[in-house]
């Protein structure tokens, strides 16, 4: 019932599919780079060095995305991401995400109420890891959280 | 407020417009409900359920009670109720959180059964709206005191849009062209979702965007009723009675 094709409705600026393979590096802790990714396909595990070993901030999967602060700040990226299994993410420039936030108006909701989620979670992870009852893990998480908090002569951005 | 939820089974519906003289949808939704409360079935009412923009407030009361009490009823039986705001009941955006029981919210992420879909109402991509929300607003109110009194008005409309469409199809070698609501649904599909499910233009679709993925639309249930049917990852737009 109501079923039908329509032709297709052109491009999309500078948007751009890539696929990944598992282990893969999508982008690298440290690099000027000024994309950002969505993840149309596959996980992606975010993770970055610290004084005591490498660090896992977060495992993502389909919708999710990442790297919005190099875009959003211009800054180095403060962390790295590699695919885990085979991983499709859509790559946005500067330019194609003023574009997508131009027509995709939830996008910019959703942005939003993930950075704000973001913040709230390390708040309380900082709070956690720097009172008496905080686990090994978080207790190394809050002194990453600190060793990034000190002054550097160029700022970095996740 | 939710936007990120996880539905095994869902239905979903969109523009009833409820208290409008021109709306039918109390006469039908009785049954509906019964059948999404007998299959298990989570509801999601996708935007303009109730018509808070052109009804008047006594004809929206006593319509709506009937409404509510089916609500009530799914919610007391274990099911979930989410309401997705759309323009004709846009003053809902002021109340996005649990509103006895029922989730008020902008848009849905659902997943179900490894499918992502996007639920929306999908004023927010209608070029008349988006030009000048606030005429919007003011000429659809306008029209409240007319559809009172000639609720035939809508048919004309529907007639007008229908025919609409299918000009602009006529010249475009029968295929139907891509409208403003596939190219949104194209945009919402490239970051990672299987499906894209609108309501707004009272048109019941189901189409394949050629670069992946699908954009469906709900319909209405002023006259007669279709509905989109979610069941562990499947799919699939439905016509009441059928």
Redesign the interface.
Do not use: K, V, W
């Given at each position: 019932m109501f079923k039908k094709l329509i032709t297709s409705s052109g491009e999309h600026g500078t948007e751009l599919a890539r696929t990944f393979a598992d282990a893969e590096l999508i982008c690298r802790e440290g690099e000027s780079s000024a994309e950002m990714f969505v993840i149309r396909r596959g996980s992606v595990r975010v993770f970055k060095a610290s004084p005591r070993g490498e660090l896992e901030l977060a495992v993502l999967t389909k919708g999710d995305f990442f790297g919005e602060m190099s875009v959003l700040e211009g800054l180095p990226r403060d962390a790295s991401a590699q695919a885990v299994g085979e991983a499709e993410v859509l790559v946005m420039t500067a330019g194609a995400l003023l574009v997508r936030l131009r027509r995709d108006p939830t996008f910019a909701f959703e942005l939003l109420r993930r950075l704000s989620g973001r913040v709230r979670s390390l708040n309380a992870r900082l709070v956690a890891a720097l009172g008496n009852g905080g686990e090994p893990q978080e207790r190394r998480f809050g002194e990453a959280l600190l060793y990034q908090s000190e002054p550097k002569e160029s700022g970095t951005a996740v | 407020m939710i936007?990120d939820t996880t539905q095994e089974r869902l239905l979903v519906v969109s523009d009833l417009h409820v208290g409008n003289p021109y709306s039918a949808a109390t006469r039908t939704l009785g049954d509906f409900f019964e059948y999404a409360e007998a299959g298990g079935y989570n509801l999601c009412i996708n935007g303009d359920g109730f018509e808070i923009l052109q009804a008047r407030f006594a004809s929206l009361a006593a319509e709506s009670a009937s409404v509510l009490r089916g609500i009530r009823r799914l919610i007391e039986r274990g099911a979930s109720v989410l309401y997705v705001v759309g323009n004709h009941d846009i003053a809902l955006e002021n109340f996005l959180s649990a509103w006895s029981g029922i989730q008020i919210t902008?848009?849905l992420?659902v997943t179900s059964g490894g499918t992502?879909i996007r639920i929306?109402h999908g004023h927010?991509y209608d070029p008349s709206f988006v030009k000048s929300p606030r005429v919007y607003e003011w000429l659809t109110r306008a029209a409240g005191p007319l559809l009172h009194f000639y609720p035939d008005v809508y048919r004309v409309w529907t007639s007008y849009e229908e025919a609409k469409q299918r000009l602009r199809g006529a010249l475009?070698s029968g295929?139907?062209?891509?409208s403003v609501y596939?190219?949104?649904a194209?945009?919402?599909l490239?970051?990672?979702?299987d499906a894209v499910v609108f309501g707004h233009t009272h048109q019941?679709?189901?189409?394949?965007?050629?670069?992946g993925g699908r954009y469906l639309n709900c319909g209405t249930w002023v006259r007669g009723g279709s509905f989109v049917e979610i069941d562990r990852g499947q799919v699939a737009?439905?016509?009441w009675g059928?």
């Open positions: - | 936007i902008p848009f992420n992502r929306e927010l475009r295929t139907a062209p891509p596939h190219e949104a194209e945009m919402l490239r970051r990672g979702f019941p679709e189901d189409t394949s965007i050629p670069s737009l439905r016509r059928d």
